[in-house]
């Protein structure tokens, strides 16, 4: 069987699905691989290294799609392709198939087994998997040095003889994945950290980390987990009550990171416009769901706005894209652990039954097949 690995075309995406050391790996398990040229330059990864590690490069797209019985991908392949990858090829990649439905049928269409690697399931086995997880984690990280870099003070606490220079207060908003990195990175640096997040299960780990938990506690937050591990959308007047915390205790920090996002919706609002208005000039805030709409009212995809009161908001596309080397070896390594275990004698045999395949597995046959996917059943009134 052939596996290739295409080069990434989307505005700001710098990363490529497979790395030198993977291809190795794959090459070793009996796998003919191609890659498309140019895909790893993003990641400082040359065409010349591929061909050490037994790849062969391929310029003409079409003619490597064509020839394909696996394809890796990182924002997925796009509809255009389809026709060129025959029937029955398995695609690898993140399709984000709530916004972008319109692709994922065209891949469908084509008779291609897709599989969303957003999907991979929350359970300890797949961890290795969760391509969610490692790229958040660079994305948390970055976001705090791109609030240092943006911020006009420094972060820790410095004893001059000059004088005392007090520690930046950071508030991380969301204590996922990003958003406990976030925490980490900010208290490495120096900084007084708070964090909020809707699930009580979080409070113990950001207190862990050293920073101080902020939230709303009663009934409701007890439910405000799903079973696989992501935030629930909680009621009205739970925000309500949250948001007024919120508010009191942003406008004494210095930075905000929000970090919100829940699977299939748009990104939940956190920071109003009043709110960043009781910010200090000088602030800054960096939004990391700013491409699902945004945690911050004033925040813009892709740029880094200035408001009347000072306070710089910062909404980079694709962050763990801007980390492009280790998000890639990351990614890298989520799509052979996924992979392996249904890899033999040089070919891709997954077993459908399987709990993680069948939770990433978006289409097959022609059809769309993952229930999240597809139309869900009208309630009806028993009253």
Do not use: W
């Not at 399709?95 to 994922?104: H, I, K, S, V, Y």
């Not at 492009?324 to 275990?341: G, I, Q, V």
């Not at 004698?345 to 993952?370: C, W």
């Amino acid at each position: 069987m052939k596996l290739v690995i295409v080069r990434e075309g989307r505005e700001a995406e710098h990363r490529v699905a497979a790395v030198p050391e993977t291809v190795k790996k794959y090459c070793a398990a009996g796998l003919a691989v191609a890659v498309e040229a140019g895909a790893g330059a993003g990641a400082d990864l040359p065409d010349s290294l591929y061909s050490d590690a037994g790849a062969d490069i391929v310029a003409d797209r079409k003619a490597l799609l064509g020839d394909a019985d696996i394809v890796l991908s990182v924002q997925g392949l796009e509809a255009v392709d389809a026709p060129a990858v025959k029937k029955g090829a398995a695609v690898l990649g993140v399709f984000n198939p709530f916004q972008e439905g319109d692709r994922l049928k065209a891949l469908a269409g084509a008779g291609l087994s897709v599989f969303a690697m957003e999907f991979i399931p929350r359970i300890t086995r797949a961890q290795s998997m969760d391509v969610l997880s490692s790229q958040s984690n660079l994305a948390g990280y970055k976001a705090v040095i791109d609030a240092a870099a943006t911020f006009g003070r420094a972060f820790p606490m410095m004893m001059t003889a000059a004088g005392t220079v007090a520690p930046a207060k950071v508030m991380v908003m969301g204590a996922g994945v990003a958003g406990l990195q976030a925490i980490a990175t900010a208290k490495r640096l120096g900084a007084v950290v708070s964090a909020t997040d809707v699930r009580p299960a979080a409070k113990e780990q950001v207190e862990s980390l050293g920073g101080n938990f902020v939230m709303v506690e009663d009934e409701e937050t007890q439910a405000a987990e799903t079973s696989g591990g992501y935030a629930r959308e909680m009621s009205d007047e739970y925000k309500r009550k949250q948001a007024a915390l919120i508010a009191e205790t942003l406008a004494k920090q210095d930075i905000a990171i929000t970090t919100a996002l829940i699977p299939g919706r748009p990104a939940p609002l956190l920071i109003t416009q009043e709110m960043v208005a009781s910010m200090k000039p000088g602030s800054v805030i960096v939004d990391l769901a700013v491409e699902q709409g945004g945690n911050c009212a004033l925040s813009k995809a892709g740029e880094m706005v200035v408001t009347d009161n000072g306070v710089t908001i910062v909404g980079h596309r694709n962050v763990p894209s801007r980390l492009a080397a280790d998000a890639s070896a990351l990614y890298a390594r989520n799509l052979l652990n996924f992979l392996s275990p249904h890899l033999a004698d040089g070919a891709f045999t997954p077993d459908y039954d399987d709990e993680i395949i069948a939770g990433t597995l978006a289409a097959r046959d022609g059809a769309i097949v993952h229930e999240r996917l597809l139309p869900q059943p009208k309630e009806t009134d028993n009253a």
